[in-house]
């Protein structure tokens, strides 16, 4: 497995691929890898010829200081998590690698979806989101890039950048994975207490309660209940709404699908999840 910490040696490795025309997977990470990333990263291997794993902590989508500071980092431990797979070429670069000073990059207007649910609760997090994710797709030139639906928004910010700026990469939504207890698996677990660790279930359990109630309470008792949970577990709640899955906005009504979304504070550490639900109307 080759790791490349340049854009120098990135740029020359894609470009023999394109030559020899293997089909370039690509799986954009913070690192601090765990099953949730291993799985989008096996998906890839299995679809493409090579792949393109990148461990980069972007420090533009990290809207408090104290968050980008205390985020893990254990590059080691992540290229041993990896190292069994095949194909696989590992972009680790540091910041001036990663934003050239010379390198130019336009804003794309993020529109409402951008000032929803996250955008509203983390100002600038979406326009870090794709200032790096236009910089690696423009690098790498994937045909397939790998976005988890754990971080729902983003796959949509996303797929809105890919046409923006006429990637043409067929992006992929991978599902999420999650714990035995049924918390999702994230980077920002490694930072709980055994105590706080405990607790963090209460948001998979009131997106369990969410989707095992659709079509019968009204919509906002159905939250209500499921924010309950939360604060009961002693979670100070960011957001939880009941969304349409293209828009973003506040369902008022059940629909044929819809996602809740949910993000709160654990002690320090704030956590983010969704369950996509659908009724039989
Ligand atoms: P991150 O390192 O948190 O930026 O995540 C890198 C990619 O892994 C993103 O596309 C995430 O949505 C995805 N991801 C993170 N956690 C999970 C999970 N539990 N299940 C599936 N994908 C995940």
């Known amino acids: 497995m080759q790791t490349f910490v340049t854009r120098e040696e990135i740029f020359i490795w894609r470009e023999q691929q394109q030559a020899e025309q293997k089909q370039i997977g690509f799986v954009p990470t913070m690192g601090a890898l765990h099953q949730g990333h291993l799985s989008l990263v096996e998906q890839a291997c299995q679809e493409n010829d090579v792949v393109v794993v990148s461990i980069f902590v972007n420090p533009k989508q990290f809207n408090q200081s104290a968050d980008l500071q205390a985020y893990p980092r254990m ?16 972009f680790a670069p540091n910041e ?30 979406f326009e870090g989101v794709v200032h790096v994710v236009h910089h690696l797709f423009a690098l790498v030139q994937p045909h397939t890039a790998y ?18 700026y006429g990637f043409g990469i067929d992006i992929i939504g991978c599902e999420t994975i999650r714990e035995s207890d049924g918390l999702a698996m994230s980077s920002r677990n490694l930072r709980l207490t055994h ?32 924010r309950n949970i939360i604060e009961q577990a002693g979670l100070e709640i960011d957001y939880l709404e009941i969304v349409d899955p293209i828009t973003l906005e506040n369902c008022t009504e059940w629909q044929q699908i ?8 654990c002690g320090e550490v704030r956590l983010i999840d969704n369950v996509l639900c659908e009724s039989v109307l």
């Open 195 to 226: 105590e706080q660790r405990q607790s963090a279930v209460s948001i998979s359990k009131a997106l369990a309660l969410v989707k095992n109630n659709i079509g019968q309470d009204p919509i906002e008792n159905v939250k209500q209940a499921a």
């Open 147 to 164: 976005f988890g639906q754990k971080d729902f928004q983003q796959l949509a910010i996303i797929r809105l950048l890919n046409q923006y």
């Open 96 to 125: 001036s690698e990663m934003y050239p000073a010379d390198l130019p990059f336009e804003p794309m207007p993020l529109g409402k979806i951008g000032q929803l649910l996250e955008g509203a609760h983390r100002p600038g997090h």
């Open 75 to 90: 590059l080691s431990a992540d290229l041993a998590l990896l190292e069994h797979l095949p194909n696989l070429v590992i």
């Open 258 to 265: 819809q996602v809740c979304c949910v993000a709160a504070f």
